[in-house]
C-alpha cells in the first residue's frame, strides 16, 4: 500500500470522525454524542492504527483506553490521534522508524548467520542470509510505494525474490549492476536451500554475508 493511499484512508476517518462531532446533543447529564457513530468511528480508527503501527503502539491504546465512550471529548481524542498519525505517514516519519527497526532485526540475523557460518555450518548461514535479502528487497518495495505482492485467484501471492530485484532495478531504486549481483546471491542462497552443498564453498558464503550487509547498509529502507 502506497503513502497516498494511507493518507487518504486517514482523511476518510478523520471525516468519520466529524459526522460524529455533528451528531452532538445536551442532555441533563450533559454532552454526548451518537453512540452508534462514535463505535464504528473508534472500531475504524482502531483497526487502521493497528494494521499499521501494531496493538502495543501509543496511538492505538490512546484511543482504546483514552476514548471508549460516546462523549465529545471521545470524538476529539480520536480526531487528535488520526492527525498525528497522518502528520507522521505524510512526512515520512512512519517508514524512518520501520526503516530503523528493521535495520536491526536484519543486523541480528546476519550476526547470527556469521556465527552459522564460523562454527562450520557454511548452509544455514547462507540460507539465513539470503532470507534476509530477499525481505529486504521487499521491504525496499514497500518504502518505494511499489507492490510486494501480485492478486492471484482473489489470493494475495508474494512476489518471488527475483521478481522483486527486477522490479526495483527497472524502477531505478538501484543500479543494474547491483541487479546482477543480487542474482548471484540468490542463486547461491537457493543452492543452499535445495540441497546442492557441493556447489558453493564456505568463503563464498562468508562473501555473501559481507556483500549483502554491505549492500543493505548502501540501499537502506
Given at each position: 500500500?502506497?503513502?497516498?493511499?494511507?493518507?487518504?484512508?486517514?482523511?476518510?476517518?478523520?471525516?468519520?470522525?466529524?459526522?460524529?462531532?455533528?451528531?452532538?446533543?445536551?442532555?441533563?447529564?450533559?454532552?454526548?454524542?451518537?453512540?452508534?457513530?462514535?463505535?464504528?468511528?473508534?472500531?475504524?480508527?482502531?483497526?487502521?492504527?493497528?494494521?499499521?503501527?501494531?496493538?502495543?503502539?501509543?496511538?492505538?491504546?490512546?484511543?482504546?483506553e483514552?476514548?471508549d465512550?460516546?462523549?465529545?471529548?471521545?470524538?476529539?481524542?480520536?480526531?487528535?490521534?488520526?492527525?498525528?498519525?497522518?502528520?507522521?505517514?505524510?512526512?515520512?516519519?512512519?517508514?524512518?522508524?520501520?526503516?530503523?527497526?528493521?535495520?536491526?532485526?536484519?543486523?541480528?540475523?546476519?550476526?547470527?548467520?556469521?556465527?552459522?557460518?564460523?562454527?562450520?555450518?557454511?548452509?544455514?548461514?547462507?540460507?539465513?542470509?539470503?532470507?534476509?535479502?530477499?525481505?529486504?528487497?521487499?521491504?525496499?518495495?514497500?518504502?518505494?510505494?511499489?507492490e510486494?505482492?501480485?492478486?492471484?485467484?482473489?489470493?494475495?501471492?508474494?512476489?518471488?525474490?527475483?521478481?522483486?530485484?527486477?522490479?526495483?532495478?527497472?524502477?531505478?531504486?538501484?543500479?543494474?549492476?547491483?541487479?546482477?549481483?543480487i542474482?548471484?546471491?540468490?542463486?547461491?542462497?537457493?543452492?543452499?536451500?535445495?540441497?546442492?552443498?557441493?556447489?558453493?564453498?564456505?568463503?563464498?558464503?562468508?562473501?555473501?554475508?559481507?556483500?549483502?550487509?554491505?549492500f543493505?547498509?548502501?540501499?537502506?529502507?
Amino acid at each position: 500500500m502506497k503513502v497516498d493511499d494511507l493518507v487518504n484512508r486517514v482523511d476518510e476517518l478523520l471525516s468519520m470522525g466529524q459526522e460524529v462531532l455533528a451528531s452532538r446533543r445536551r442532555s441533563d447529564w450533559g454532552e454526548y454524542v451518537d453512540s452508534g457513530l462514535m463505535s464504528g468511528f473508534r472500531s475504524a480508527s482502531l483497526s487502521f492504527i493497528e494494521r499499521v503501527y501494531g496493538s502495543v503502539h501509543p496511538h492505538f491504546s490512546e484511543i482504546k483506553e483514552g476514548a471508549d465512550g460516546s462523549r465529545p471529548s471521545d470524538a476529539d481524542k480520536c480526531i487528535a490521534v488520526l492527525r498525528a498519525v497522518r502528520s507522521e505517514i505524510g512526512g515520512g516519519w512512519l517508514f524512518s522508524i520501520k526503516g530503523l527497526i528493521t535495520a536491526e532485526v536484519f543486523a541480528d540475523f546476519i550476526e547470527m548467520a556469521e556465527h552459522l557460518l564460523d562454527a562450520g555450518y557454511k548452509d544455514p548461514a547462507a540460507v539465513m542470509c539470503g532470507g534476509v535479502l530477499e525481505e529486504h528487497l521487499r521491504q525496499l518495495c514497500l518504502k518505494n510505494g511499489m507492490e510486494a505482492v501480485i492478486f492471484r485467484d482473489g489470493k494475495e501471492i508474494p512476489k518471488k525474490a527475483d521478481t522483486l530485484n527486477a522490479d526495483l532495478a527497472r524502477a531505478e531504486i538501484y543500479s543494474k549492476l547491483d541487479q546482477k549481483m543480487i542474482t548471484g546471491w540468490l542463486d547461491l542462497r537457493n543452492k543452499a536451500a535445495h540441497g546442492h552443498y557441493d556447489e558453493y564453498t564456505a568463503d563464498q558464503v562468508k562473501n555473501l554475508l559481507s556483500s549483502v550487509t554491505e549492500f543493505m547498509a548502501r540501499v537502506s529502507v
